[in-house]
């Protein structure tokens, strides 16, 4: 039964946590809209946290370049499982209009595995919502797959 | 045996009262914040998912300290529910706390450390302000044991008002609440991440997450004890004490160590003092 | 009996005399756990046969006793006048002159030689031989191999060992003969023996600044050896009496008399090392830690406190308990704000073990029965719990070279039984369910009924005793790297370490026994009562034994659950992400690795020792002024 409940609860406190990996600041604009009272994300139990040990969904802006990508590695290593990533943007999810500049190594999923990608330049704050929901989705079933 | 079942209770309501405690914080505050909030029942949630998170640790004194903390809090709303010596609940509720920075002192980790020691200096504020407020009960009841209470026909509040206010400061810092909360809060975004728990992670988290549900049940029970002989005036009194607390925080912005330390040495310990004065001059 | 009593004096001093003249460092460690061993079982005997109404003793190869005890206090003085004159101190001249010359006008003209019983023991005495005997013998045979390694360092060419030893045995003795002491003279004369031996001890480096300290030491000393003739004179002017038990029975009685004891509690304070007189006890940290360890625990500054403790019915009800009520509050309160401001582990012992005295200080002035078995409660727990850090502290420092808390940060990776011992002798000090934290949970219970400033006080001293204890907890916790080598200590270490905190833990929890069976015939009446293995008081309940279960199950069940660590992943530390390979380091600038690095808050600009200390001295002086011109 607590094993159970457990699992319903995942669903409903997914903290996040948002690294801003090279991005021009605008869908993490964004992503903090998601906070205002307008989308009030915590009504889902969403918190914004500013750890990776206690998150449990990554928010990654931005292209990577090869100074960050690293540090991405690292927070995404250091979030205990299970644990979702959402690309947020153009850039998050392909590396958008910089993805052939010589520092840029990409989209996300370069670096680490990405479960869901929200596109938009920027995104909106309803579909990065949307994008979190789905993520959570993803995982519930990837916690189902595992066992 | 009636102590017991008591003690049963507490062990087992506490942190489900606590947690709901939470819950009703958070939702008030996003009504403060015209927002709607979370579900009420959101920090049993929390605490459940991160019961089930993967089991990360920096090293093994983070284990052993998650644990104590949760032990040591329970244990003191157990002896505040067997109705024992203030002074004694006090002292255990202070072994959870060393321990909890302990486990935050024993990591490399720059947020943590300085966590650790900013918590320290809250322990450092709100002591001696519990310490005279329970002199202060004894002054009254004639004994520092809560069972001594119910012989009393006033309630407490009339002869002690000066130190409910100051017990004022010690629930805001326990609560972790703004302005005091620079030690850790309940929000994720501080300049210190978050603070002396940053590196507990995962289950351990949750059960920090606990303790201090127990925490808060034993300072909001400590509040309660002021209005004993009416439940109904004591609820009003409680709940009007934490409304106070989350308006407060609010309203407040995150002050620093050197701050707090002046308005609760001064203003705490000066209401304190004022009120036993007054109570060995009776 | 009285043999009992002879061996409990006079063997140290007779090991003492083997210890100086058989230059054999086997023959000395022989002797040394030897008699640690028979003084112990002989504290255990005297125990065993339960408190003993005042006894005489006989003379010694024919010359009277109290006759020798005049000569050797006379041949004391001069020892420490020639010691003044040599290091020209003209304090120590003039302290050690008045002494000479007041007592020579007290022995000859003043005093009618009637035989009075030299010897006593009741409760009191009884733990105090029990620490003495029992903690004291530990800390020596913990010396045999601490000095070993010390000289190590010095390159000496003849070994000062046999000295050393000499002085720490002659301060066993000399400490149970003061506890002993029915007979008032007697008890100056092993005063004045405890001030000689201190002075020895702290000087036995000779480095310049040990030599110093030690001076420092002596004319504080001195000064109260001054105070404590002034208080036997002005005591026996009134009462004409110079037996203890019946000074105490009689209570206080007149002006002159009260004032007395005032003065004797003022050598009770120089030599408990209260404010304004604590620089001695700081600076006797420059002596080898044994020294240290001795001093802190079980003999010298325990010396203050008792004095003051057994003259505690001389002066119950009077301004003056007042007086001393509020002085060992201040102390407690000022010595636990300089230990905030400290990073030297030795010092915050010092500061610590300063104001704790001054808490027993307080709890003699408080006078009630709560707090005079408050008081003994935390003479005993402190003495086993302090001895046990300073030799903690000794350890590490001849390991890592350093008595920095700050440079124990992580030392269980490298000395992880030493810091788990260190770790648990500071829970014990300032945690429940232990045994000092009882004592002074009896001590604010019993504050409540004496007045606002001593709770106040005490309140606020017994907050700032827990942060500067709880960081250097925490930080001596750290992550042991896999196959790192385990540590290993020499058996005359090992034991006396195992000893002591096994002795911590385990009397702490038996404490309601020990309450019942030492504690609660001391005083006329009891104010506890024990049932359910837990202390009642009308003011409160300590339930130690249920606490100690549910606690220590829990302990016991986090330890097993942290023991299974391994089925954890293992994480570095939050580091925005920039970790190097090692933990804890971060990738910085340039590429480059920054170590990690941390420290405590001093709070310098709160708890700052340089500022502090005048303005603390200064009210202390105040204080104590008002205490004595009070009593008048």
């Given at each position: 039964?607590f094993?159970?409940f457990?699992?319903k609860?995942r669903?409903k406190s997914p903290?996040i946590?948002?690294f801003?990996?090279?991005?021009?600041n605008?869908c993490d604009?964004e992503?903090?809209a998601?906070?205002?009272?307008?989308?009030?994300?915590e009504r889902?139990?969403i918190?914004?946290?500013?750890?990776p040990k206690?998150a449990?969904?990554?928010?990654?802006?931005?292209?990577?370049?090869?100074?960050n990508?690293?540090?991405?590695k690292?927070?995404y290593d250091?979030?205990?499982e299970?644990?979702?990533?959402?690309?947020?943007?153009a850039?998050?999810?392909?590396g958008?209009?910089f993805r052939?500049?010589?520092?840029?190594?990409?989209?996300?999923d370069?670096?680490i595995?990405v479960?869901?990608?929200?596109?938009g330049?920027?995104?909106?704050?309803?579909?990065i919502?949307d994008?979190?929901v789905?993520?959570?989705a993803k995982?519930?079933q990837?916690?189902e797959e595992?066992k | 045996?009636?102590?017991l079942?008591?003690?049963?209770?507490g062990?087992?309501?506490?942190?489900?009262?606590?947690?709901?405690?939470?819950g009703l914080?958070?939702r008030?505050?996003?009504?403060f914040?015209?927002?709607q909030g979370?579900p009420?029942t959101?920090?049993?949630f929390d605490?459940?998912?991160?019961?089930g998170?993967?089991?990360?640790?920096?090293?093994q004194w983070q284990?052993?300290?998650?644990w104590?903390y949760?032990i040591?809090a329970?244990?003191?709303v157990?002896?505040?529910?067997?109705?024992?010596?203030?002074?004694?609940i006090?002292?255990?509720?202070?072994v959870?706390a060393?321990?909890?920075?302990m486990?935050?002192l024993?990591?490399?980790?720059?947020?943590s450390?300085?966590?650790?020691q900013r918590e320290?200096?809250q322990m450092l504020?709100?002591e001696p302000?519990l310490v005279?407020?329970?002199?202060?009960?004894?002054?009254?009841?004639?004994?520092f044991?809560?069972?001594?209470?119910?012989a009393?026909?006033?309630?407490?509040?009339?002869?002690?008002?000066?130190l409910y206010l100051?017990?004022?400061?010690?629930l805001?810092?326990?609560l972790?609440?703004s302005p005091?909360d620079f030690s850790?809060?309940?929000h994720g975004?501080q300049?210190l991440v978050?603070?002396?728990?940053?590196?507990?992670?995962g289950?351990?988290?949750?059960?920090v997450e606990?303790?201090h549900?127990?925490?808060?049940i034993?300072v909001l029970?400590l509040?309660?004890?002021?209005?004993?002989?009416?439940v109904a005036?004591?609820?009003?009194?409680?709940i009007?004490?934490?409304?106070?607390?989350?308006?407060v925080?609010?309203t407040m912005?995150?002050m620093?160590?050197?701050?707090m330390?002046?308005?609760?040495?001064l203003l705490?310990?000066?209401?304190?003092?004022v009120?036993?004065i007054w109570?060995y001059a009776? | 009996m009285?043999?009992?009593?002879?061996?409990?004096?006079?063997l140290?001093?007779?090991a003492?005399?083997?210890?100086?003249f058989?230059?054999s460092s086997?023959?000395?460690s022989?002797?040394?756990?030897?008699?640690g061993?028979v003084?112990?079982?002989?504290?255990?005997?005297?125990l065993?046969?339960?408190?003993f109404?005042?006894?005489m003793?006989?003379?010694?190869l024919?010359?009277g006793?109290d006759f020798?005890?005049?000569v050797l206090?006379?041949a004391?003085?001069?020892?420490i006048?020639y010691?003044?004159f040599k290091?020209k101190?003209?304090?120590?001249?003039g302290?050690t002159l008045?002494?000479?010359?007041l007592?020579?006008?007290f022995?000859?003209f003043?005093?009618k030689h009637a035989?009075v019983?030299?010897l006593?023991?009741?409760?009191?005495?009884?733990?105090m031989?029990l620490?003495i005997?029992?903690?004291?013998?530990?800390?020596?045979v913990?010396?045999?191999?601490?000095?070993k390694?010390?000289e190590?360092?010095?390159?000496?060419e003849?070994?000062?060992?046999?000295?050393f030893f000499f002085?720490l045995?002659?301060?066993?003795?000399?400490?149970?003969g003061?506890?002993l002491?029915?007979?008032?003279l007697?008890m100056?004369?092993?005063?004045e023996a405890?001030?000689?031996?201190?002075?020895?001890l702290?000087?036995h480096d000779a480095?310049?600044?040990a030599?110093?300290n030690?001076?420092?030491?002596?004319?504080m000393?001195?000064l109260?050896?001054l105070?404590f003739?002034?208080?036997?004179?002005l005591i026996h002017?009134?009462?004409?009496l110079i037996d203890?038990s019946?000074?105490?029975?009689?209570?206080?009685q007149g002006v002159?008399m009260?004032?007395?004891?005032?003065?004797?509690?003022?050598?009770?304070?120089?030599?408990a090392?209260?404010?304004?007189f604590q620089?001695w006890l700081?600076g006797a940290?420059?002596?080898p830690?044994?020294v240290?360890a001795l001093?802190?625990s079980?003999?010298m500054v325990?010396?203050?406190?008792?004095?003051?403790l057994?003259f505690?019915?001389?002066?119950a009800?009077t301004f003056?308990?007042?007086?001393?009520?509020?002085?060992?509050?201040?102390t407690?309160?000022?010595?636990?704000?300089?230990?905030?401001?400290?990073?030297?582990g030795?010092?915050i012992?010092?500061y610590?073990t300063?104001s704790?005295?001054?808490?027993i200080i307080?709890c003699a002035?408080?006078n009630t029965?709560?707090?005079l078995t408050?008081?003994?409660?935390l003479?005993l727990?402190?003495?086993?719990s302090k001895?046990?850090l300073?030799?903690?502290?000794?350890?590490?420092e001849?390991n890592i070279?350093?008595?920095d808390?700050e440079?124990?940060?992580g030392l269980y990776?490298?000395?992880p039984?030493?810091?788990?011992?260190?770790?648990i002798?500071?829970?014990?000090?300032m945690?429940?369910p232990f045994?000092v934290?009882?004592?002074?949970w009896?001590?604010?219970e019993?504050?409540?009924d004496?007045?606002i400033f001593v709770?106040?006080?005490?309140a606020m001293?017994?907050a700032?005793?827990?942060v500067y204890?709880?960081?250097?907890?925490g930080?001596?916790?750290?992550?042991r790297e896999e196959?790192t080598l385990?540590?290993?200590?020499?058996l005359?270490?090992?034991v006396?370490?195992?000893?002591?905190c096994?002795?911590?833990?385990?009397?702490?929890a038996?404490?309601?026994w020990?309450?019942?069976?030492?504690l609660?015939p001391?005083?006329?009446s009891?104010p506890?009562?024990v049932?359910f293995?837990s202390?009642?008081?009308?003011?409160?309940?300590?339930?130690?034994v249920?606490?100690?279960?549910?606690l220590?199950?829990?302990l016991?069940y986090?330890v097993?659950?942290?023991?299974?660590?391994?089925k954890?992943?293992f994480?570095p530390?939050?580091m925005g992400g920039?970790?190097?390979s090692v933990?804890?380091?971060?990738?910085?600038?340039m590429n480059?690795?920054?170590?990690?690095?941390?420290?405590n808050?001093y709070?310098?600009?709160?708890?700052?020792e340089?500022?502090?200390t005048p303005?603390?001295n200064?009210?202390?002086?105040a204080?104590?002024?008002l205490?004595?011109?009070?009593a008048?």
């Amino acid at each position: 039964m607590f094993g159970s409940f457990i699992k319903k609860s995942r669903a409903k406190s997914p903290w996040i946590m948002h690294f801003d990996c090279g991005s021009c600041n605008g869908c993490d604009i964004e992503v903090l809209a998601c906070l205002t009272p307008l989308y009030d994300v915590e009504r889902f139990g969403i918190i914004n946290v500013g750890n990776p040990k206690h998150a449990d969904v990554l928010l990654v802006t931005g292209t990577v370049n090869h100074r960050n990508k690293k540090v991405l590695k690292n927070i995404y290593d250091q979030m205990p499982e299970p644990k979702a990533v959402i690309a947020i943007g153009a850039c998050g999810t392909s590396g958008g209009v910089f993805r052939e500049a010589y520092n840029v190594v990409g989209g996300v999923d370069k670096v680490i595995p990405v479960d869901v990608y929200v596109p938009g330049c920027p995104a909106k704050p309803e579909a990065i919502i949307d994008g979190v929901v789905a993520g959570l989705a993803k995982f519930a079933q990837k916690v189902e797959e595992a066992k | 045996m009636d102590t017991l079942i008591l003690v049963i209770i507490g062990i087992v309501a506490g942190p489900v009262l606590g947690g709901l405690v939470a819950g009703l914080d958070r939702r008030v505050t996003a009504w403060f914040q015209s927002r709607q909030g979370p579900p009420v029942t959101q920090p049993f949630f929390d605490v459940a998912k991160l019961l089930g998170k993967e089991r990360t640790v920096v090293n093994q004194w983070q284990i052993l300290c998650a644990w104590v903390y949760l032990i040591g809090a329970a244990t003191s709303v157990a002896l505040l529910f067997a109705q024992a010596d203030l002074l004694l609940i006090f002292f255990v509720q202070a072994v959870g706390a060393v321990f909890l920075v302990m486990g935050a002192l024993a990591v490399k980790s720059p947020y943590s450390q300085v966590g650790a020691q900013r918590e320290l200096l809250q322990m450092l504020a709100y002591e001696p302000v519990l310490v005279l407020v329970f002199v202060g009960f004894y002054l009254v009841t004639g004994s520092f044991s809560l069972e001594a209470l119910w012989a009393q026909e006033t309630p407490l509040l009339a002869k002690m008002p000066l130190l409910y206010l100051a017990l004022g400061f010690a629930l805001t810092i326990k609560l972790r609440k703004s302005p005091f909360d620079f030690s850790t809060s309940h929000h994720g975004h501080q300049e210190l991440v978050k603070g002396v728990l940053t590196e507990y992670s995962g289950p351990y988290l949750g059960l920090v997450e606990i303790a201090h549900w127990y925490e808060t049940i034993l300072v909001l029970g400590l509040c309660a004890m002021f209005w004993h002989t009416n439940v109904a005036i004591m609820a009003v009194l409680v709940i009007l004490t934490y409304l106070v607390e989350i308006l407060v925080d609010n309203t407040m912005a995150r002050m620093t160590w050197r701050w707090m330390l002046k308005r609760v040495w001064l203003l705490g310990m000066g209401l304190s003092i004022v009120n036993l004065i007054w109570l060995y001059a009776r | 009996m009285s043999n009992l009593l002879l061996l409990l004096i006079l063997l140290p001093v007779a090991a003492a005399l083997v210890c100086y003249f058989v230059r054999s460092s086997a023959v000395r460690s022989m002797t040394v756990v030897a008699t640690g061993v028979v003084l112990a079982l002989a504290a255990l005997g005297l125990l065993a046969q339960g408190t003993f109404e005042p006894i005489m003793v006989g003379s010694f190869l024919g010359i009277g006793s109290d006759f020798l005890i005049s000569v050797l206090d006379f041949a004391l003085l001069g020892v420490i006048y020639y010691y003044g004159f040599k290091h020209k101190s003209l304090l120590i001249q003039g302290f050690t002159l008045a002494q000479a010359v007041l007592l020579v006008w007290f022995e000859v003209f003043s005093l009618k030689h009637a035989a009075v019983p030299a010897l006593a023991g009741d409760q009191l005495t009884l733990v105090m031989v029990l620490v003495i005997s029992i903690i004291g013998s530990l800390i020596c045979v913990f010396a045999i191999p601490y000095m070993k390694k010390h000289e190590g360092h010095q390159h000496l060419e003849k070994s000062r060992q046999p000295r050393f030893f000499f002085f720490l045995m002659i301060f066993l003795g000399a400490m149970n003969g003061l506890v002993l002491s029915n007979n008032i003279l007697w008890m100056y004369f092993f005063f004045e023996a405890t001030t000689l031996c201190s002075f020895m001890l702290i000087g036995h480096d000779a480095t310049e600044i040990a030599t110093r300290n030690a001076v420092r030491a002596l004319w504080m000393n001195a000064l109260g050896g001054l105070a404590f003739v002034v208080g036997m004179m002005l005591i026996h002017f009134e009462t004409g009496l110079i037996d203890i038990s019946a000074i105490l029975a009689g209570g206080p009685q007149g002006v002159v008399m009260v004032t007395g004891v005032g003065f004797l509690c003022l050598a009770g304070f120089t030599k408990a090392a209260q404010v304004p007189f604590q620089s001695w006890l700081l600076g006797a940290m420059v002596a080898p830690t044994p020294v240290s360890a001795l001093l802190h625990s079980s003999t010298m500054v325990k010396a203050g406190v008792f004095v003051i403790l057994r003259f505690a019915p001389a002066f119950a009800g009077t301004f003056l308990s007042t007086g001393v009520a509020v002085c060992g509050a201040f102390t407690f309160v000022a010595c636990a704000a300089l230990g905030v401001g400290q990073s030297n582990g030795k010092k915050i012992l010092a500061y610590s073990t300063v104001s704790n005295l001054g808490l027993i200080i307080c709890c003699a002035g408080i006078n009630t029965p709560l707090a005079l078995t408050a008081a003994l409660m935390l003479i005993l727990f402190h003495a086993v719990s302090k001895s046990l850090l300073f030799l903690c502290v000794g350890t590490i420092e001849q390991n890592i070279g350093s008595r920095d808390i700050e440079d124990m940060r992580g030392l269980y990776s490298r000395m992880p039984r030493t810091a788990l011992i260190t770790i648990i002798g500071i829970l014990t000090m300032m945690l429940p369910p232990f045994g000092v934290l009882l004592g002074k949970w009896m001590a604010i219970e019993a504050s409540a009924d004496a007045n606002i400033f001593v709770v106040v006080m005490l309140a606020m001293g017994s907050a700032m005793m827990v942060v500067y204890l709880a960081r250097w907890a925490g930080s001596m916790m750290g992550t042991r790297e896999e196959g790192t080598l385990s540590e290993s200590q020499p058996l005359l270490t090992s034991v006396p370490l195992l000893t002591l905190c096994l002795g911590a833990v385990v009397l702490s929890a038996a404490s309601p026994w020990i309450y019942n069976s030492l504690l609660a015939p001391w005083l006329g009446s009891t104010p506890f009562t024990v049932g359910f293995g837990s202390l009642e008081s009308a003011h409160g309940t300590f339930v130690v034994v249920p606490l100690f279960l549910v606690l220590g199950l829990g302990l016991l069940y986090a330890v097993r659950a942290a023991s299974g660590y391994r089925k954890s992943r293992f994480t570095p530390p939050y580091m925005g992400g920039a970790n190097s390979s090692v933990s804890g380091n971060y990738v910085g600038p340039m590429n480059g690795e920054v170590e990690f690095s941390a420290g405590n808050l001093y709070l310098d600009e709160l708890f700052a020792e340089s500022k502090l200390t005048p303005a603390f001295n200064a009210l202390a002086v105040a204080l104590i002024i008002l205490m004595l011109g009070g009593a008048l």
